[in-house]
C-alpha cells in the first residue's frame, strides 16, 4: 500500500470520522486528536487508516487501534447505498458469530462513511484446498442462522428466475453498446460491435433453448428456502490473509439475498484471482448441504448452475470493460486509481479471455 496525506479538500471527511469516533466511544475530548492516512485497495471507495492518538481509549475489538474508515462511492446512476448494507451486512455477520470478517464499529449512511476494524493482512495468491475450503466455511456460518438475517434487503442484481438473469446480463451488454459513442478506445468498441454483442444473444438463444431443454421453467421464482445470503461480488480478490494464519473477507457494499446458483457462478467466473474449476462440484455439493437441499432440488441447483456459466462468463466481460465507461472511470477516480491506456489495454485483454471461455 502506498499511503498519502488527505489534502485540505477533505475537511468535511475528518469532521465526519469525528463524529464517528464521538458516536462509537461517547468521549468527545478524547478523539479530537486522530491521525487519518490515504491508503489503496479501494476499487469503489476512498479507504483510509485510522489512528487516535490517545491509545488508551477503547475502540473496536481488544482497544482495536488502528481503524478503517471508508468512504463510499455515490452517484445518482447509482441509488444502492453501499455504506449501509455493507455495515448491517457485517451487523450481522458478527451478531451470529462470524469472525472472518471486519468488526463494523459506526456507520453513517447519510454521509456514505463507516468505521470499521482495520484487518492486517496480504493478498491472497493462490487458490487451492485451503483457501476454498475457508470460502466454504464462511458461507456455511453465515447462513447457520439465516431466519435471523429476514431483514436484510436482496445482494445487488439479485435473481430468482432464470429471466431475470439473462435480463441482468441483457442491461450490462445494452449500456455497453449504447454508450460506444463515449469510448475513445477504437479497439473496445470494436470488440462490443463485433464480438461481444454477438456472443451475447448466441448465448441468450442458446440458454433459453437449454432451459427448456432441461424442464427448468423460465419464469419460474425460487422459493425462499433455496435462497442464500450471499456476500456479493465473493472471490478471493476480497480476501486478506491474517498474521495469525486465517483468512478474512472483505468488502460487503452488494452483499444480500440472492439465488446460490448466481453466487457459484460469480465465485467460479471472476477473474481477478480465478478459482480452479475443479473445485465447482464440491463447492455446489456444499451449498447444498447448507441450505439443506433434498436430492431433488440439490440436481436443480447444479442444472442452474451449469446453465448459467456461460451467462456469467459474457456478465463478467461486461464488468471488466464497465471499468472503462465514463461511469466506471468516475468510480475509479473517486477511489484514487487512474485508467490510462496500460489499464484499458489490459482490461480489454481480460475481456478477449473471458469471452473465449463461453463456448469452452
Partial sequence: MNPTRPGEHEVELREGARQLLERLTGEPSVTAEFDLVRVSGGGNNRVYRLEVRDRSTELGPAGCAPLLLKSYFRDVRDTRNRAETEHKFLEYAWSVGVRSVPQPLACDSVAGLALMECVDGARVSHVGDVEVRESLAFLRALNRFREAAASLANAAESCFTLSAHVDVVDARVNRLANSSSEWTCPEVMDFLVSRLV??????????????????????????????????????????????????????????????????????????????????????????????????????????????????????????????????????????????????????????VSMLETVSS
Fill in 198 to 351: 454477438p456472443q451475447w444473444i448466441s448465448v441468450r438463444d442458446d440458454f433459453r433453448v437449454h432451459s427448456t431443454e432441461s424442464g427448468i421453467a423460465f419464469e419460474a421464482e425460487l422459493p425462499v428456502f433455496e435462497r442464500i445470503l450471499s456476500p456479493s461480488d465473493f472471490g478471493f480478490h476480497n480476501a486478506l490473509r491474517t498474521p495469525a494464519g486465517p483468512l478474512t473477507f472483505i468488502d460487503f457494499e452488494y452483499a444480500g439475498w440472492d439465488d446460490p446458483a448466481k453466487l457459484v457462478c460469480d465465485f467460479f467466473t471472476q477473474p481477478e484471482l480465478p478459482v480452479p474449476g475443479r473445485y465447482l462440484g464440491s463447492f455446489v455439493d456444499v451449498i447444498n448441504d447448507v441450505l439443506d437441499l433434498d436430492t431433488d432440488r440439490s440436481d436443480s441447483l447444479r442444472s442452474r448452475v451449469d446453465l448459467l456459466l456461460p451467462i456469467y462468463r459474457v456478465k463478467w466481460c461486461c464488468i471488466l470493460l464497465n471499468e472503462l465507461s465514463p461511469a466506471g472511470r468516475a468510480r475509479r477516480e473517486f477511489s484514487g486509481d487512474q485508467v490510462d491506456e496500460e489499464r484499458i489495454h489490459a482490461q480489454l485483454d481480460k475481456a
